[in-house]
């Protein structure tokens, strides 16, 4: 999904992740950031759900990634609420594989992004992520297995009613080749049950399966580390 497709989705983004996988991550993420003192790497900050986890949960710097203007103006107005989070996030207008920080960092997190990569971008992410990291430093995204997508009509997904309108989110999977998804959404404003505005996503996602991602992490000179189901830990071992 290009940078446009995510402005797109920007007004439903908080509505359906706060419905989603970010209650579970507030919960999962907290331990796992226990000694983190300094800096942190935030790979797809989106709209600072998890930079707001992060900060609440250690006294570091966030270097905070996001490509998305949509998505990166609503996450300076989150920090504009913040002092102390101006003080300590600087936020980078650019992608994962284009990611500097001005020192390695003690941890990098990355959750609900990893699906974003196939397996030829995979391999630089994991170059780029070693380089960022200090030695020893920690790796954290989620991640499950999935049954593999099945193509058909479209299905509500989400639906959120805010004042007099209905927000509703719809997905279909249109093709499936390998680890990879071709997906279709439509984000749709309704009034009195009457689509007052819809655009529409079309883009892909990929999911290897556990197998892969492990032998790609381990020739990337990480090693697994405890982590609760759901989400996934490593540390930069060689």
Request: hydrophobic letters at 40%.
């Amino acid at each position: 999904m290009d940078e446009d497709h995510y402005s797109l989705a920007v007004p439903f983004y908080d509505l359906w992740h706060e419905d989603g996988h970010v209650p579970m991550i507030r919960d999962l993420l907290p331990p796992l950031l226990k000694g983190v003192r300094r800096s942190v790497m935030e790979i797809g900050a989106g709209t600072g759900l998890i930079t707001r986890v992060i900060l609440r949960e250690t006294p570091a710097e966030v270097y905070a990634v996001e490509p998305s203007f949509g998505m990166r103006s609503v996450l300076l107005n989150r920090l504009a609420e913040d002092p102390d989070a101006l003080s300590r996030v600087t936020v980078l207008s650019c992608g994962a594989l284009e990611a500097e920080a001005d020192e390695p960092v003690e941890a990098i997190v990355m959750i609900s992004v990893l699906h974003s990569f196939d397996a030829e971008q995979r391999a630089e992410l994991w170059r780029v992520l070693r380089r960022q990291l200090e030695p020893g430093g920690l790796l954290l995204f989620n991640w499950r297995e999935r049954a593999t997508p099945v193509p058909g009509e479209p299905e509500v997904v989400g639906s959120y009613r805010v004042g007099r309108h209905t927000y509703e989110i719809a997905g279909q999977v249109l093709t499936v080749t390998g680890e990879t998804a071709k997906t279709r959404y439509f984000y749709r404003v309704k009034q009195r049950g009457v689509v007052i505005s819809e655009d529409v996503v079309v883009s892909e996602s990929h999911w290897p399966a556990r197998e892969r991602l492990v032998a790609e992490l381990e020739a990337a000179g990480f090693t697994r580390d405890g982590a609760p189901d759901g989400l996934e830990a490593w540390r930069l071992t060689k």
